[in-house]
């Protein structure tokens, strides 16, 4: 098997390209390689012969998608819906990260992947127009919704909050917003599960085990940097409303996937979410 990581310069692509070029032969590219353009794509394809793609490029600014709306749908929207042409001409298949943005459940069940889509901004308006692009374009597709992923590389909250409890005197944390933490790594090992025994094409659901609200993660990566020495001295974390932090994209309040088909087809095992984030920081040290 030859994997294709698109987007391998991302928090995602790295920590994948990583864990997979230590069993597979791989191919990656990033931003040389313009998922947007299909004489590229094609080029690329016909030059390294991947017997699948896994696509990981994504604009990933949320809140920046309000306003940077074409480059946000160039690339979420587009760039799924060339790289599902012409892998069909190529007779392979694609695995595509999205996201939980394009749902907006509500509580207490876990989303399934048969959910209405129902984006409340325009990252996840983006991102579902790629999910149905890509199924039009090439029926040999797995998307894999994630949700709250941090990892080794580039900005995400677990660095965020690090940062701010070893500069703020206390800080300030939604809590009516809940999900499921997810690390790249783990998601990582499920998209290679998929990879290497590409059946069941469809929609798929990947998180860490486990709900959460922001508030409450923020609490336990404190607790845990504390006990693992990252950390010198306790803050307060305060409980916040999301209506009290205001930001230009609306989220879901709602977030929390069912990953019951995913274990199912793919026999994956997914970690408690707080147990990921302890082997994380461990790395991090």
């Given at each position: 098997?030859?994997?294709?990581?698109?987007?391998?310069?991302?928090?995602?692509?790295?920590?994948?390209?990583?864990?997979?070029?230590?069993?597979?032969?791989?191919?990656?590219?990033?931003?040389?390689?313009?998922?947007?353009?299909?004489?590229?794509?094609?080029?690329?394809?016909?030059?390294?012969?991947?017997?699948?793609?896994?696509?990981?490029?994504?604009?990933?600014?949320?809140?920046?998608?309000?306003?940077?709306?074409?480059?946000?749908?160039?690339?979420?929207?587009?760039?799924?819906?060339?790289?599902?042409?012409?892998?069909?001409?190529?007779?392979?298949?694609?695995?595509?990260?999205?996201?939980?943005?394009?749902?907006?459940?509500?509580?207490?069940?876990?989303?399934?992947?048969?959910?209405?889509?129902?984006?409340?901004?325009?990252?996840?308006?983006?991102?579902?127009?790629?999910?149905?692009?890509?199924?039009?374009?090439?029926?040999?597709?797995?998307?894999?919704?994630?949700?709250?992923?941090?990892?080794?590389?580039?900005?995400?909250?677990?660095?965020?909050?690090?940062?701010?409890?070893?500069?703020?005197?206390?800080?300030?944390?939604?809590?009516?917003?809940?999900?499921?933490?997810?690390?790249?790594?783990?998601?990582a090992e499920a998209i290679l599960k998929i990879a290497e025994n590409p059946k069941h094409p469809?929609?798929?659901?990947?998180?860490?085990?486990?709900?959460?609200?922001?508030?409450?993660?923020?609490?336990?990566?404190?607790?845990?940097?504390?006990?693992?020495?990252?950390?010198?001295?306790?803050?307060?974390?305060?409980?916040?409303?999301?209506?009290?932090?205001?930001?230009?994209?609306?989220?879901?309040?709602?977030?929390?996937?069912?990953?019951?088909?995913?274990?199912?087809?793919?026999?994956?095992?997914?970690?408690?979410?707080?147990?990921?984030?302890?082997?994380?920081?461990?790395?991090?040290?």
């Open positions: 098997m030859k994997f294709w990581i698109t987007g391998s310069k991302g928090m995602l692509g790295q920590d994948l390209y990583a864990l997979a070029r230590n069993s597979f032969e791989v191919c990656e590219s990033d931003i040389e390689v313009d998922i947007t353009d299909e004489t590229a794509v094609s080029g690329y394809i016909s030059a390294n012969k991947p017997n699948i793609i896994i696509n990981c490029a994504a604009y990933t600014a949320v809140d920046n998608a309000e306003t940077e709306i074409e480059l946000n749908r160039k690339l979420n929207t587009l760039g799924p819906e060339v790289l599902g042409k012409c892998s069909a001409k190529a007779g392979i298949g694609v695995i595509h990260i999205s996201t939980d943005y394009v749902l907006n459940g509500n509580a207490p069940n876990p989303l399934t992947e048969d959910e209405p889509i129902n984006p409340i901004n325009e990252y996840g308006r983006a991102k579902a127009e790629g999910e149905a692009s890509l199924a039009k374009t090439n029926p040999s597709h797995w998307i894999v919704r994630t949700a709250w992923l941090y990892g080794f590389h580039g900005k995400n909250f677990v660095k965020t909050m690090l940062n701010l409890m070893r500069t703020k005197e206390q800080i300030s944390v939604v809590s009516d917003q809940l999900g499921n933490p997810t690390w790249t790594c783990d998601l469809g929609i798929y659901h990947f998180t860490g085990e486990g709900i959460a609200s922001w508030y409450d993660f923020a609490k336990e990566i404190q607790k845990q940097a504390l006990q693992k020495k990252l950390l010198e001295r306790e803050i307060p974390v305060l409980p916040v409303s999301s209506t009290e932090w205001k930001s230009p994209a609306k989220r879901p309040s709602w977030s929390a996937l069912d990953k019951t088909k995913i274990k199912k087809h793919f026999d994956v095992n997914i970690n408690e979410w707080q147990n990921s984030l302890s082997k994380y920081l461990e790395l991090e040290k």
